[in-house]
């Protein structure tokens, strides 16, 4: 008998119990506070990790509201500011994404063009846990 990873057979009983798959994922909560330039992440209603967040500066916004990221892309590279490197981008409105950002001394401050900004350790963890739970079971919640 060939050998099943435990993914596989973990899959394999929840479908024999007639569990929708994607309920077998946790939901993430990720709650986006502009004016404390905080970000709350978590999980199953848990609390998972709170970071410091850079969203816009003057003359910018960070849209305001409830999203699902639609997009992940482990390094994309902006198009409008210089090719700028945005490690671990989480899309999650038009342009707009979380993403990693080598200017941590400014984290905690308002100083991007609009997308929350995070320590690439940080958008890291948040990538792969969104990765792994499904960008469906996952909402982004930013208020003012």
């Known amino acids: ?17 007639g569990l929708n798959v994607q309920n077998a994922h946790a939901s ?25 967040v850079s969203t816009a500066r003057r003359g910018y916004r960070t849209p305001i509201g409830t999203y699902r990221p639609y997009s992940l892309q482990s390094m994309h590279y902006s ?34 063009h609009g997308c929350i900004r995070l320590a690439p350790e940080q958008a890291q963890s948040l990538f792969e846990l969104i990765q792994a739970q499904g960008p469906q079971n996952t909402t982004n919640e930013i208020s003012p």
């Open 1 to 17: 008998m060939p050998a099943r990873s435990p993914s596989a057979l973990i899959l394999a009983v929840l479908l024999l119990l």
């Open 28 to 52: 993430v909560t990720i709650r986006v506070q502009l004016s404390t330039q905080t970000m709350l992440v978590a999980v199953d209603g848990v609390d998972f990790a709170t970071w410091p």
């Open 79 to 112: 198009r409008l500011y210089d090719f700028t490197p945005m490690p671990y981008s989480i899309f999650f409105n038009g342009g707009y994404a979380i993403h990693g950002t080598f200017d941590v001394r400014n984290l905690g401050r308002p100083v991007s």
